[in-house]
């Protein structure tokens, strides 16, 4: 599509460049479903982000945003389209959360091929109805799998996994941090695969760099529906490169991983947890 200074459309080129303007049949001309699936509305020439109207000519929403985050209402990602994304004409955010979001997918399909019995090394890795088969079938059913077999295939079938990555920068007062985050919870017995942004502060010993970026992966206790993850937490670890960390509410979920990071020393913080799927 190629526009005019003041919004108009001058013509429309398929992928090799052909003027395909007046092809009324086109399917450029008849999709109205333009850059993230915003609806384009041919009568009023304003787009349809599902919950108010965009006009391009002068790169404002036509009403008021019912969520108060600035002085300014009527502005789509708070004036900066370039590095923010606003999906529903409602909430704005940036575009590298998408990226955290698709690393954070990355590095837990690593953990469910894990959980799902997908890897192998030099023992089999069973997924939980592999397991169950492989204990019925008829050349064990005198001679039962070995104790630690049973022990694995247990662990992997009754546990809930977390993958997480996180983002954290040294702010002024001494010692202390903010930290935003994209978490992913996968439990093959109960049928949760949820993703989570969180953010939170908190404190800790001097750090190498003023921005620490950590990679965690671990189990998660008392979650037995996606929501039960969706709340406050308090957070305690230890990392010099590689490390541990735990985090908890009282009476509520938990969950404790391995974590490398750029970051070295022991930290503690409150963070919270909100389900995005």
């Known amino acids: 599509y190629e526009y005019d200074a003041w919004g108009n459309k001058l013509s429309i080129k398929d992928a090799n460049g052909t003027d395909v303007s007046s092809n009324a049949s086109h399917i450029a001309n008849i999709n109205p479903f333009r850059y993230r699936g915003y609806y384009y509305d041919s ?3 304003f787009y349809y982000l599902q919950s108010r109207y965009y006009d391009p000519v002068v790169q404002r929403f036509i009403s008021a945003d019912n969520n108060f985050s600035n002085y300014n209402l009527f502005m789509y990602c708070g004036n900066n389209p370039i590095n923010r994304v606003d999906s529903n004409g409602e909430h704005w955010y940036y575009l590298w959360i998408d ?3 698709e690393a954070v997918d990355e590095l837990m399909a690593s953990v469910s091929n894990i959980i799902y019995g997908k890897a192998a090394s030099e023992r089999s890795f069973y997924d939980p109805k592999g397991a169950n088969d492989l204990w019925n079938s008829r050349p064990f059913q005198e001679t039962k799998p070995s ?4 022990t694995f295939t247990e662990f992997m079938y009754e546990h809930d996994f977390v993958a997480d990555i996180s983002v954290s920068v040294s702010t002024k007062i001494e010692d202390s941090y903010v930290k935003v985050g994209v978490s992913k919870v996968l439990s093959p ?5 949820a993703s ?6 908190g404190q800790s010993t001097s750090s190498v760099f003023p ?8 189990i998660v206790n008392n979650v ?3 929501n039960d993850y969706a709340k406050d937490f308090l957070d305690i670890g230890i990392v010099t490169g590689i490390g541990f960390d735990y985090c908890w509410w009282p009476n509520g979920a938990s969950a404790y991983g391995f974590t490398v990071s750029n970051s070295y020393g022991v930290y503690g913080g409150y963070d919270y947890y909100w389900c995005i799927d």
């Open 99 to 101: 990226d955290l979001i």
């Open 43 to 45: 009568e009023t020439s």
């Open 147 to 150: 104790q630690e077999m049973q």
């Open 189 to 193: 017995n109960k049928n949760i695969d």
């Open 224 to 226: 037995n529906a996606k």
């Open 196 to 201: 989570y942004i969180h953010a939170g502060v």
């Open 211 to 218: 921005i620490t970026i950590s990679y965690s992966v671990g």
